[in-house]
């Protein structure tokens, strides 16, 4: 008797869906099949959003958060200072920081956190790119997570911007031991960034 299994369509729904960040094989089917069953989804307009998203959207070749041009919103902002760069993982990152209210510089998109463990080098970071945006009368932000990668990040970046003659400072309390920017409060953040700290390696 032959196995039943799902239609070839599903299955490549499925095997898409699977890529996503944190999805594994059955919440993926659940996902697809949600998808395909339930009144309330609208498969259709998901992949037109997809669609447009994937056309219109690139990275801000300046910081890495996403533009629809070759500038985002914040780096054509002429009320921002330009000598203030904050320094986060992620562009996901960026938007907690801005309901905060606690910050009106620019920021950088590292794309990523240093992760030996999964093969994240600082090759493959917009590393480079800081450093040109490093130089003296520049103060830099380090607003990376407080978990062992985001640690290691800071540290390797505060190595790096060394001897170029900015100031180097670190987010300072309110963050949970372990955490990232986007699980916390915009209070936590407005208390983080008012309270930072001049970069220490001790």
């Not at 409060?185 to 309270?195: H, I, S, V």
């Amino acid at each position: 008797m032959a196995r039943v299994e799902y239609p070839t369509a599903v299955q490549e729904l499925v095997a898409e869906l699977k890529r996503l960040p944190g999805v594994g094989p059955r919440s993926a089917e659940r996902m697809a099949v949600w998808l395909l069953q339930s009144k309330r989804a609208e498969p259709l307009s998901l992949a037109r959003a997809l669609e447009r998203a994937e056309q219109e959207l690139c990275l801000c070749d300046r910081c890495g958060f996403f533009a629809t041009a070759d500038a985002c919103l914040a780096c054509d902002e002429s009320k921002r200072d330009g000598s203030v760069i904050c320094v986060v993982e992620q562009p996901t990152d960026v938007l907690p920081m801005e309901r905060s209210g606690s910050f009106r510089g620019v920021y950088h998109c590292l794309g990523g956190r240093l992760s030996p463990l999964d093969h994240v080098t600082p090759d493959d970071l917009r590393i480079e790119p800081l450093m040109r945006r490093a130089r003296a009368g520049v103060e830099i932000i380090l607003a990376l997570g407080s978990d062992v990668e985001g640690e290691t990040t800071a540290h390797y970046l505060a190595g790096e911007l060394r001897g170029r003659g900015c100031r180097i400072t670190r987010i300072a309390q309110g963050l949970p031991a372990g955490g990232g920017l986007e699980h916390a409060d915009e209070l936590t953040l407005m208390r983080a960034m008012q309270g930072r700290r001049e970069w220490n390696e001790s």
